[in-house]
């Protein structure tokens, strides 16, 4: 079979996101001789100024962007019988080309969990804060220590401070009672308010993975060979050694099969990488057989225990100012014209910003979580009780609308967040043999009770800030629960409709009212493309499928090292995780590669 291979590389990666560029990168700087094929399904974005641009971010993130790839969920009786559509990275890059820029990391018990409670030896928070600071130049406020200040990923304030975004800040924190500190993103903040740093370098472009990590190495080595809009379909096994991968190139091609001599490692994320594996012949056994593939390691929980951060978000009319975002989002030509004059010239500007300013971290004080009910307080509240730096909310105000599509004349802005450590699970799992055929995605968001309750906090906390900040012109009712007109939770705006002081009462919900903002959650809810744990980091005899060496259990010369691998979930937007999963990797596979040549 040795004659079907049309070349071999040392190292093969599958996968070019953040994990995957991280990986590469590293193993080319360390091993100079070592040939990498590293094959990518989407687009090259080297100086591509739809990926660097930071103001024009949400156009790769609409239905028929050519930088994303859309994960559609069955219909789900938990969403009234909608689909989850779910937007992954797909181009060099990953998630790091297409996100929200947004600067975040976890709490230090996140990863000290995988650790200790997932039996997870080196992957502890003191193992991981070095990879953390290596990969950033933080130019941002805070606790130095906790920071990078020369790696290849810059992290500022971005070119332009919305108003409306400090205005918030200011009335929120006024209002909530918790304090505003320097800096959240130092492991240990729970519950409080800070601005937001951005992924977005001191030059007002987007610090992705490719352009911090890939492009550079590859224009220092030759050792990198990078292959794009290439599907890998299968990971090739002689017994149970992985010994290379067969690709497409379309549809309409015949595969093409290329020999690993030494590794291969998968790195496409948390829903492409359990696809993957299981045309591989790796997943559950009775799954396998029915598709006819034969089976290489059962492990019966590939594709299963996905996991998210469940979003909500709110729209309102505000006075009108002198920024310009609603034009980015129009694409207003004589505004776009001067914003790209300004942003050429120096680098700043509204298009060097993602419009997000300002963040809090929320854990609930007494009587919040009294009012979260019994369900929350017995499923989910142990879960925090026992670690205090674990945020159960992240919200945050936009400084613009968040309309999908067309909207209105005016300005708008948008309160909403995301639940940190939802209780909902779901599952993604291949139909056929076919890399063609999108598999069958459960994402399963709200089945849990106890996500509903803390989804009608995140609701309601935001508005009762919004109604407070000066700017307030009233509710945009489409994006709101459709109350009833006579309740007090009706939406209101239009003429004469402004703040609420800053000590006015809160606006009671009667049950009814309660029906109608669930109603509301389950149609609308969303998450943040934070997905993760579909291939888990744990002992085998747990449901496990890769070791702490990213091994995947039951198979030789394979490793998964992505997303998909976290044990548990991260109260974070993932990207600086995934870049210190990444380095983690790299030390691990050039530590293999060093005691199998010694």
Same mark, same amino acid.
């Given at each position: ?31 100079? %001789? ?55 990275? @797909? ?24 650790? %200790? ?9 003191? /193992? ?10 933080? =130019? ?16 500022? !304030? ?6 409306? %975004? ?25 519950? @409080? ?11 007002? #472009? ?6 911090? !990590? ?32 067969? !690709? ?40 396998? /057989? ?6 290489? &390691? ?14 909500? #978000? ?79 909310? +992240? ?11 067309? =909207? ?12 940190? !450590? ?13 890399? =063609? ?12 009770? &106890? ?5 009608? +906090?995140?609701? #309601? ?8 900040? $000066? ?6 009712? $489409? ?23 800053? /000590? ?10 309660? #029906? ?55 109260? &974070? ?18 530590? /293999? ?6």
């Amino acid at each position: 079979m040795a004659d079907t291979y049309s070349h071999t590389a040392d190292i093969i990666i599958v996968g070019a996101g953040v994990a995957g560029c991280v990986i590469a990168s590293r193993l080319s700087a360390a091993q100079p %001789n070592l040939k990498i094929l590293l094959i990518e399904m989407g687009r090259d974005v080297r100086d591509d100024p739809a990926v660097r641009t930071p103001g024009i971010f949400m156009n790769n993130l609409v239905p028929g962007a050519p930088y994303s790839q859309f994960y559609v969920g069955e219909p789900s009786e938990t969403q009234l019988g909608n689909s989850a559509i779910i937007p992954a990275g @797909a181009c060099v890059g990953g998630g790091s080309a297409i996100n929200w820029m947004v600067y975040t990391r976890g709490s230090m018990s996140d990863y000290d969990d995988w650790k %200790n409670k997932y039996a997870n030896p080196g992957w502890g928070f003191d /193992d991981l804060l070095p990879l953390f600071k290596k990969s950033e130049a933080y =130019f941002g406020e805070g606790d130095a220590s906790t920071h990078g200040s020369d790696g290849p990923l810059q992290v500022t !304030y971005g070119g332009i401070v919305y108003k409306i %975004n400090l205005e918030w800040l200011e009335t929120a924190s006024a209002f909530d009672g918790r304090p505003v500190v320097p800096d959240a993103q130092n492991f240990k903040t729970s519950n @409080a308010f800070a601005r937001w740093a951005k992924w977005i370098g001191k030059d007002g #472009k987007r610090s992705d993975i490719a352009h911090g !990590y890939l492009y550079p190495q590859m224009d220092r080595s030759s050792n990198i060979t990078l292959l794009t809009k290439t599907r890998v379909s299968r990971v090739l096994f002689e017994g149970n050694k992985a010994v290379g991968v067969e !690709y497409f190139t379309s549809a309409s091609d015949p595969p093409t099969l290329v020999r690993a001599a030494k590794m291969v490692i998968v790195t496409a994320g948390a829903l492409s990488t359990p696809q993957i594996l299981e045309r591989s012949g790796i997943g559950a056994r009775v799954h396998l /057989d029915s598709l006819g593939i034969s089976v290489v &390691a059962d492990l019966p929980r590939v594709g299963e225990g996905y996991q998210d951060h469940l979003v909500l #978000k709110a729209e309102y009319v505000r006075e009108p100012d002198d920024s310009w975002r609603e034009d980015v989002l129009r694409g207003t030509p004589e505004v776009m014209e001067r914003l790209r004059k300004e942003y050429a010239e120096y680098g700043t500007g509204e298009l060097a910003s993602n419009s997000i300013d300002a963040v809090a971290k929320v854990r609930p004080n007494e009587k919040e979580l009294a009012a979260l009910g019994e369900t929350f307080i017995n499923s989910a509240w142990p879960y925090f009780e026992r670690a205090e730096d674990k945020p159960v909310l +992240w919200s945050a105000v936009v400084g613009s609308a968040m309309f999908p599509g067309g =909207f209105p004349s005016g300005q708008y802005f948008a309160t909403g967040g995301w639940m940190c !450590y939802p209780l909902s699970r779901g599952r993604i799992h291949v139909r056929s043999k076919d890399v =063609f055929e999108a598999g069958k995605f459960e994402p399963g968001l709200l089945s849990h009770e &106890a996500d509903v309750a803390a989804g009608k +906090w995140l609701y #309601k906390r935001g508005r009762e800030q919004a109604r407070r900040m $000066p700017s307030y012109r009233g509710e945009y009712a $489409p994006m709101h629960p459709d109350f009833s007109a006579d309740s007090e939770a009706a939406c209101k705006a239009g003429l004469g409709v402004g703040p609420v002081p800053l /000590d006015a009462p809160e606006i009671v919900y009667t049950p009814e009212d309660e #029906k109608v903002l669930e109603e509301w959650i389950r149609k609308t809810v969303t998450v943040s493309w934070h997905g993760l744990a579909t291939c888990a980091m744990r002992p085998r005899a747990d449901g496990g499928v890769v070791s702490p060496r990213l091994d995947v259990y039951g198979t030789k010369q394979l490793k998964v090292a992505d997303l998909s691998i976290c044990p548990s979930n991260v109260s &974070a937007n993932m990207y600086s995780t995934a870049v210190a999963m990444g380095e983690k990797a790299a030390q691990i596979i050039l530590e /293999d590669l060093v005691a199998v040549s010694a």
